[in-house]
């Protein structure tokens, strides 16, 4: 082993442990606009010299690095904190020196407190250091610390800040072609508005392809009349690129998307990588697709299932980046049309690194938009999508009904925080749950509630404020006539309306309810009861939830010293506006089936 | 954010969590010869083509490397060893591909299962995949997988292998001229043989300053008839590459060396890099050495400590690559007069990276060598410099005195073992402490039995065996009449060694006190009865200590079920020799002061 090739020696401060990081800073750690950094580092050198650190950042696009200096703790612990005020990838890293100012001046005040008089030597190495011709004992002990000598740093990390919206908002899902169209919509936003929530996401909207078209409950063979499934995408009327003309014009959309924004709701759209029969990209790029030796293009499947109406593009295509460049200019062309918010299709069905370039390339000059991945599989691949870049993903929140299921569930998101944000859908166009099919409208009300106060993400896709809840058969999660592949005639007017109503509010006026990770689970001795605290920014929610849909549940909700809450406090509960005295310790709870307490902790 | 430069896309196989691993590879982790390398990562693509995934292992100076492969579990976990078996730094890497056929082959079987008969294209896919002309479905299934395509790594990462005495050894630390210097110490080897003690370690060697030379008790002024401290290193007579002529010549000390290679033991001596004021390098590189700009050198100080007769070398000099390479031609001439175990004096006031590039230099061609770090420091440098190679290192025992204490301790260790590997002294010549100072002769039992059966590797320092515990002052932990400044006659017949005889055997009979990380804690219902089991390859020890050194004890020892132990089973107490019937469950144990129970379980 040969010695290092450097003048000086190698550093001898040592550097360890620099957190926040995900995977050894392969990925990002993620922040919002707002947030707190806090920086820790193991920081230390051999001998008795006094150290100094500090961390040193760089807001996105930045050329100069700021500095805020760390402290130390104990046993070789510093911390520190910078805040994020903008969104974007910034950088940061810990940097260390020798104060030999300070190292100097120390080892000779224990001198002087030993009462060691002959100093001469110690002096003359002062005044070397100091840069003077004489010092004094008394001119030493006085120097200025704050030398930096052999500074040593750590490596680079970075933290991906996106605005407030990627960890907090109420979605709700609509097909466009169900509520007129675009103009439709448009007239309904004030109505949205008023129930709170913050993105309406559609499915693609998108020309729908006529060959091998899908008819109603998934049938091989259409009717005339059927107007397919919007995720086969393509016709002669053009590809991603253009709009259905069932749901009305480019500029119509234009249009809803601006006015949206005036009612602070933003239009987001779904990102599908496949293409019907009939989209122009098989003529225009058959070297993009599949294509078999006997010549035949092979349809999407994962066999036994087929999906004869669409066909996938070939990632290891020869000309992939073409691809890769077509893909990310369809995404940057609705981001032109005012579209900030993408809902990503089976983004596991795609090469992982495609994500991580096409979604740093659209926010470097986009840093606004959100990317949603619909990524219902396996934790692996789910964390690393999130890991490479989408801001939020779906999650197991629909399987996850009982309060072992949830706990687990949560314990779970706690985990990923650092670079997974959930979004907790209710339900979607391909998720029904048993829970939901077999409990009636409770079961609706509890897993509303559940969503909405657990996740500061939460959807809805309509019809289930109107308690849909008839499977295509039994044993299965699809929707009887789903409107998938089927019209349907909507209005805004289900019973469940004024309950996500109250819950958009709460969680607007409570910061406890925008947060995942301020969360404690409490006792409640019943299995059915299912019990937490929120609580942020001076703000506390107790939350509890009848978990059974049929019968009531009798129990306790325990609130422990350890959360520093007064012996005695005033709740109010928010669905309700009943008030009551709680206390410290057990708090007797009885709720009718599916029934919830969300108190707000009065000060 | 540019496309990828390269002409194929980039893997879309995800290998992450590798383990094991230190620090994101930054530092190897350490195993002994014969010991499995358990690897594991989590390994992934996008969609539903079967993976393949091996360890990639290459020995030490070897070039080509070796391959196993890697077994598939739930959730995209990989799991496979290799067993490394010889000494020196491994390095090994994850990889996986894409098997082409056996996908290919899946995606047919699912399709046949599902009825599916239009197959023609997947058989035309088929036969271009397998080079043939053409393919039956019956050919197509048996198609020999393994496959290898888009083949993805991950970082290499380093296994760093010792031998067993790394890990597992008894010490006994000796100041060779107490016992009649290296000839009297030969004339003892057949009976520290017997004893069972694997290294005799001796304080430095070399001649031993004047100028400056402490006498009695640390006294400032020295009589002429004291010998002075061995770590006042150099003298008139030669500096680190001579021998002490009080002691006897290199000769001597090789015919010693070799003598007790015969006998299985090993000689250590003492690293320690400091110079006398009379070291021979004060006059041939004074560079190397802190000069005040009055010219004066700087002994070495701690405020208000001061060490006026030794030296500490400057690594910050200009020339600190001729002072690297003369420490290690120090460390190698004594390797070549059949050193192989050094005990490393207060590495930690020393540069971290100097370490790292000694100890591989060294190991390169003796990866035999032993090194004990003295680093009594505090845990971030203490497991740095284990990290940065140091084979072993001194620990915290002799200050972990009570049941809480040693759990605490303990499990620290246990979460250090992947590179620190701790060698338990009971005393050292500097560390006298207060529980034997006040125990007794069952205070020394006590401690005695916690580190031959806590910790595979542990030493004594002679002295205590004859219960030595005389402070040189109240609240000292230094001895009266220290070693370090006297000359003493010193002889093997301490009463204590009987006992230490029977621990040494016993640790050799049984591999379950040959590990550390094989440990389980057993509740005693008693603070002052300390219980575990320790376990490995078919051997099972239970030990219980009584921490009291002035009373009797009354408890007892739970063994859990969860230990898989029979219901009942007879015990061999490996110190007295009695032998019980032992049961899962509650076992009654009463103890004299300071005696313990050592049962092996019979079998």
Redesign the interface.
């Known amino acids: ?1 040969p ?2 090739k450097t003048t000086t ?4 401060i ?1 550097i ?1 442990e620099v957190t926040p990081q995900v ?3 392969r990925f990002p750690v993620k922040r919002i606009v707002g947030d707190r950094v806090d920086v820790h580092a ?1 920081i ?5 010299d006094v150290l100094g650190a500090a961390v040193r950042y760089r807001p996105p696009g930045a050329s100069r690095w700021l500095e805020l200096p760390l402290e130390p703790l104990p ?2 612990h510093w911390t520190g904190v910078f805040v994020v005020d903008r969104p974007g990838v910034w950088t940061f890293r810990v940097e260390a020196w020798t104060d030999r100012v300070a190292s100097y001046r120390e ?1 000779l005040r ?2 002087v ?2 009462g ?1 008089d002959d100093l ?3 002096l ?2 002062g ?2 250091l100091l840069g003077r011709e004489t010092l004094t004992v008394e001119e030493a002990l006085a120097a200025p610390a704050g030398d930096r000598h ?1 500074t040593a740093s750590s490596p680079n990390y970075c933290v991906d800040v996106d605005r407030e919206l990627a960890r907090f908002g109420a979605w709700y899902e609509l097909f466009p072609r169900s509520w007129g169209g675009f103009e439709g919509v448009r007239t309904l936003l004030p109505r949205f508005a008023e129930l709170g929530f913050d993105v309406l996401y559609f499915p693609p909207v998108h020309p729908i392809g006529r060959t091998n078209r899908k008819g109603r409950n998934n049938a091989l063979a259409a009717k005339p009349s059927d107007p397919g499934s919007p995720w086969a995408i393509g016709s002669d009327e053009g590809g991603h690129e253009a709009v259905d003309p069932e749901l009305g014009t480019v500029a119509e959309f234009e249009r809803l998307v601006a006015e949206a924004r005036e009612h602070g709701i933003e239009i987001a759209i779904d990102f599908a990588i496949q293409c019907s029969p009939d989209h122009p990209w098989l003529k225009e790029h058959p070297e993009w697709f599949y294509r ?3 010549g ?1 293009l ?1 349809y999407a499947e ?3 299932k087929r999906y004869q109406d669409i066909y996938s593009v070939n ?2 295509c020869e000309d ?2 073409g691809l ?2 077509a893909l990310r200019d369809i995404v940057l062309l609705w981001v032109e049309r005012g579209v900030t918010v993408f809902r990503v299709d089976n983004p ?7 994500w991580e ?1 096409l979604i ?2 659209v926010r ?1 000059d986009h840093p606004d938009v959100v990317f949603l991945a619909e990524a219902f599989t ?4 789910m964390t ?1 999508l999130a890991k490479a870049g989408f801001t939020q993903s779906y999650t197991y929140f629909t399987w996850k009904n009982t309060r072992w299921e949830l706990l687990e569930f949560m314990g779970q998101l706690l985990d990923w925080s650092q670079y997974y944000r959930p979004n907790a859908f209710v339900n979607t166009p391909d998720i029904l749950h048993e829970y939901l099919q077999r409990g009636g409208p409770a079961a609706f009300e509890v897993r509303l509630v559940l969503a909405a106060t657990l996740s500061p993400s939460y959807g809805i896709y309509s019809g289930f404020e109107h308690f849909e809840n008839v499977p295509v058969r039994e044993g299965s999660e699809e929707y009887l006539d789903s409107e998938k592949y089927e019209l349907k005639r909507r209005a805004l007017d289900g019973p469940l309306l004024p309950l996500v109503a109250k819950l958009n509010h709460a969680r607007r006026e409570i910061p406890a309810l925008q947060r995942l990770d301020d969360v404690t689970f409490l006792e409640t001795e019943n299995e059915q009861l299912f019990g937490f605290l929120k609580r942020d920014r001076g703000s506390d929610v107790v939350v509890v939830v009848n978990l059974d849909p049929v019968a009531a549940q009798r129990g306790v909700c325990i609130v422990p010293v350890s959360t520093g809450l007064p012996p005695a406090y005033r709740v109010r509960d928010l669905l309700t506006d009943q008030e009551w005295t709680w206390r410290i310790g057990r708090n007797f709870v009885e709720l009718p089936p599916g029934k919830s307490h969300v108190l707000e902790v009065l000060r």
Request: hydrophobic letters at 30%.
């Open positions: 082993m010695l290092p020696p190698p550093p001898r040592q360890l995977d050894c800073g193991r230390f050198r051999d001998g008795h046993n070789d080892e224990r001198k407190e030993a060691q001469a030597g110690e003359s190495e005044a070397a052999a078999r030796p006997d035949t092979k994962n066999p036994p990632f290891d992939w980046k890769w460049a596991h069905t795609k090469p992982v690194p495609f370039w740093a390339e470097h396996r934790p692996a691949m690393t």
